[in-house]
């Protein structure tokens, strides 16, 4: 009877483990792993076959069951570490074969588990000598393996062979082909979480990582939640270390809010969202040519008629952008956005309500920036409505393509081109590509007759996980030189706010130079009167825009003490002319080399 209950128990644990293991398998949890409950499983199996034998063993001795199950699992364990013994399967002969089966099945699968063990044991161990031969070398770790993170890792050792990559959480589950690439590229792999290697290894007085060489962590997982809380264990882990550097990526309010709180120490943490990190380095790099194809018009003016198809994440960004980046003195900027939900306008009006309402969206109002937003909701791409009001925008000059995926954007700018071509436009058309190798096989397509598409595709990975993008970005630089005019080094990295903010004072001032304004080229003393009033008035009206893009309303009064960014609210955001002159030198100080 014993026999019996052990086989059903046995078969129960394991097919329990089985079936568990198959609906953890995308499971995120540091513990209940797949294998951990794999092994599990198994071992209870095994114990619950043992005990029938030992059972028999001390059948008519005294305390018979504490005996046999501490005899099972002895007997387990060595099974386990390859040193068990055939009594077992011996014994199970007499049960029947199906107790026989099982039990040789599990002989052989207990020990090759164990195996796994021992093998993934010496591959982290494999992994720390090669991370502490790279001692002399500056050390780029990321939280796991995967197409972004490569980007960024490969771009980083070609720019430099004085330089270690660790990628952490590599294991079975990872994607063959990128064990592979990694690899190529000499990477060093733990099996391990990022939180949970040590990086500062040392033995007595010997330090494995030299002090005097940079750090660098990268949480880079899909799982922005996951990335929050590596990062802040990262940096409560590293932050007395010197020459520390975090990576964090994630979009989120959640993640602003939890890294702005934490103590930081001597680590110099970033937070790396995606989505602005696309559209600021499309202004910074290449916005020159909005103004550049922008149309004369009869008062004089030149107008930027811009089309945004696709308002999710990086389109509705991008609306948001172009709306403080085109404030320039002897342009007008007009913006169409056009996307299926039929809530995209309410949407933009509850993210940003002071720039789309009706006292400043297409309205002029001297010292105050000039604009016009028209959102085109519930309006399908492949619909005879989106068609007659793309042809009804015969000037357009710049147009960007957001949809969600690269084939559909392909397909789109390229409808696209045809539409304006017929109605006689022929604006810059940028659309958004993450595929390197497609962008790669699409730059300068022509048609069957040899005529340009003329569509810049943008947006790929190994374009924004890039080196110059992330970790040595000429726009960061330019926008910390732009901080330091009014404000410290440290609040720079310490405050979202001041981040982002000069961030786009730093785009904004390379287009203006681009576009000749006049006094650009000066430092600050040295300017006339009229250039730094000049100034002072394009950068704030540009300020008050990117204020209002970024949900901030007019506090309601001029008195400092009425701002409450918790509110988004701020006593500045009034026309040029009713600020004080402090203000107004504070303009110029940013506004001028």
């Known amino acids: 009877m014993e026999w019996k209950i052990a ?116 591959k982290n161990l494999a992994a720390y000598r090669h991370f502490m031969a790279s001692r002399s070398k500056d050390i780029y770790v990321f939280s796991c393996l995967s197409e972004r993170s490569f980007a960024l890792a490969k ?50 007085k010997y330090k494995f990582r030299n002090s005097e060489k940079q750090l660098h962590f990268f949480a880079i997982n899909d799982d922005e939640s996951e990335n929050i809380s590596a990062a802040l264990e990262l940096i409560e882990k590293y932050k007395t270390e010197e020459n520390t550097h975090l990576y964090v990526f994630t979009t989120g309010i959640s993640g602003e809010l939890q890294l702005a709180a934490v103590n930081k120490g001597k680590m110099k943490v970033r937070r790396i969202d995606s989505v602005r990190s696309v559209i600021n380095r499309i202004l910074y790099e290449e916005g020159p040519k909005l103004f550049e194809s922008a149309i004369l018009k009869e008062n004089g003016e030149k107008k930027i008629t811009a089309v945004i198809v696709g308002l999710g994440a990086y389109g509705m960004g991008m609306v948001k952008s172009l709306a403080w980046y085109g404030q320039m003195y002897g342009y007008q900027i007009e913006i169409n956005g056009f996307d299926k939900d039929e809530l995209a306008y309410d949407k933009l009006c509850v993210d940003c309500p002071e720039m789309m ?12 920036g000039c604009y016009s ?34 084939e559909t954007n392909i397909e789109t700018a390229a409808y696209l081109r045809m539409l304006f071509e017929r109605n006689g436009a022929k604006p810059v058309i940028q659309t958004i590509v993450f595929d390197s190798e497609k962008k790669r096989a699409l730059t300068g397509i022509k048609n069957y007759r040899g005529q340009s ?71 600050t003393e040295e300017l006339t009167k009229e250039e730094r009033d000049n100034l002072e008035a394009l950068e704030h009206m540009r300020w008050n825009v990117y204020m209002r893009s970024e949900g901030y309303v007019f506090s309601g009064s001029q008195d400092k003490k009425s701002r409450n960014d918790l509110g988004k609210m701020h006593h500045d955001l009034v026309d040029f002319e009713k600020l004080d002159d402090a203000t107004k030198r504070k303009d110029s100080n940013v506004g001028a080399r």
Request: charged letters at 25%.
């Open 7 to 122: 086989f059903l128990a046995a078969v129960a644990v394991l097919a329990l483990g089985i079936f568990a293991a198959y609906r953890l398998r995308k499971s995120k949890s540091k513990i209940l792993k797949p294998f951990n409950v794999l092994f599990g499983s198994v071992f209870v199996a095994i114990f619950c076959l043992t005990i029938p034998v030992y059972l028999e063993e001390f059948a008519g001795e005294m305390l018979k069951w504490v005996k046999t199950l501490l005899m099972s699992f002895y007997g387990t364990v060595k099974i386990f570490l390859v040193d068990g013994e055939m009594e077992i399967i011996k014994a199970s002969i007499q049960s029947g074969w199906l107790y026989t089966v099982l039990a040789s099945v599990l002989y052989v699968v207990a020990p090759a588990l164990t195996f796994s063990i021992v093998l993934s044991f010496f």
């Open 155 to 204: 771009d980083l050792m070609e720019n430099s062979k004085e330089r270690a990559v660790v990628f952490c959480s590599v294991d079975d589950e990872t994607d063959s082909k990128l064990r592979e690439l990694a690899d190529d590229i000499e990477a060093i792999c733990f099996k391990k979480n990022i939180e949970f290697v040590n990086f500062t290894l040392s033995f007595l």
């Open 357 to 368: 309402s009706e006292k400043y969206n297409g309205v002029y109002v001297k010292g105050e």
């Open 373 to 406: 937003i028209n959102i085109n909701s519930g309006v399908d791409i492949g619909t005879k409505k989106f068609a007659d009001r793309i042809s009804a925008i015969n000037d357009a000059t710049y147009v960007i393509v957001s949809l969600g995926n690269d």
């Open 453 to 523: 598409y003329n569509i810049d595709f943008i947006g790929d990975l190994e374009s924004i996980y890039s080196e110059k993008v992330i970790v040595d970005s000429e726009l960061e630089r330019d926008a910390l030189e732009r901080h330091l005019k009014w404000g410290a080094e440290q609040d720079f990295w310490d405050y979202e706010y001041n981040y982002r903010s000069s961030i786009a004072t730093a785009i904004h001032f390379k287009a203006r130079k681009a576009c000749g304004i006049a006094g650009m080229e000066k430092k």
